[in-house]
Structure formats: structure tokens, C-alpha cells
């Protein structure tokens, strides 16, 4: 059976912390799906279309990772991909709290997905997509935050 593992997110934009986390997965299983989510309350800085073409240039060339965009439920989306697994990259001890209740009600929503939690290099701790858009609305440069193909 082939590992699916789906790194749910809204990555908007893309940060280097994220790339840290996919780069660091990979190797952990067959296919990474990174599933860039469209939340209808939220107002995304960017297109899903923008977000979902960053990272397909990012990791052009390796076939074990997808990127889609999606609507809904996380596990819904799971199951209609074939993941059994849902990938979290965690900053800190009030991210993994977070992301912890998110876990606890996928898994009672299906019980088939495991989450996977990984906690990011040093380096990128304080990197949050919501800084890098403060700083983009503040016309700060944000080349230390971002990969180079990020371009809006």
C-alpha cells in the first residue's frame, strides 16, 4: 500500500519554514500531497491559483509531491486522495496545542488518519505566513522569509 500523506495548509504565501517541514517529510513517505486549503470566511493576500503555482515551481522535478488546492473537511479531502496520513509542522508548544485539538477531532471524524507532527528546524521558529504578510503590507522586504519563487 502506497503512504499518502497530505500537508494540509493555507500557505499564503509560502514560507521557508514550510519548505523546511516538506523537504524534511518527503523522504518519509510515497507521496506528499501538499493541499493548499480555500476557506470562504477567510480573505486570502493571495490566489489559491499563486499559492498552488509557488510551490509546484518550487519542487518542480520531484515526482513524489503533489499540489492541489482544496474546500472542506481535511479528512474528507483525505479519503478522497487515498492519505493516510495528515503532516503538521509545529513552531512551538502553543502550535502543537493547537494543532493537537485539530488532531483529536480528525481522528474522531476518521479514524483511519494518522497525524503526523514535526516540529521545524530552529531557524525558522519565528516564521509565520501572518508576519511575512504584515511585513509585505508594511513594504518590508521579506527575501529572508520566502523562496525565491514567491513573486507577486
Not at 509531491?65 to 478522497?80: A, H, M, N, P, Q
Not at 521558529?125 to 518590508?140: A, E, F, P, Q, W
Request: net charge neutral.
Amino acid at each position: 500500500m502506497q503512504r499518502t500523506c497530505l500537508f494540509p495548509g493555507s500557505f499564503d504565501p509560502v514560507t521557508k519554514g514550510h519548505i523546511d517541514i516538506i523537504q524534511r517529510s518527503v523522504a518519509l513517505f510515497d507521496k506528499l500531497v501538499i493541499g493548499v486549503g480555500i476557506n470562504s470566511n477567510k480573505q486570502p493576500m493571495f490566489s489559491a491559483e499563486q499559492r498552488v503555482g509557488w510551490i509546484r515551481e518550487v519542487f518542480a522535478g520531484d515526482s513524489r509531491i503533489e499540489v492541489v488546492s482544496y474546500e472542506g473537511l481535511t479528512v474528507d479531502f483525505c479519503r478522497k486522495i487515498g492519505a493516510q496520513f495528515i503532516l503538521r509542522g509545529v513552531r512551538y508548544v502553543s502550535d502543537f496545542e493547537y494543532e493537537k485539538a485539530i488532531a483529536d477531532m480528525n481522528r474522531m471524524l476518521e479514524s483511519s488518519v494518522e497525524t503526523i507532527f514535526l516540529p521545524c528546524t530552529p531557524e525558522y521558529s519565528t516564521i509565520s505566513s501572518t508576519l511575512v504578510r504584515d511585513v509585505i503590507r508594511n513594504g518590508g522586504n521579506v527575501d529572508l522569509f520566502i523562496p525565491k519563487e514567491v513573486k507577486w
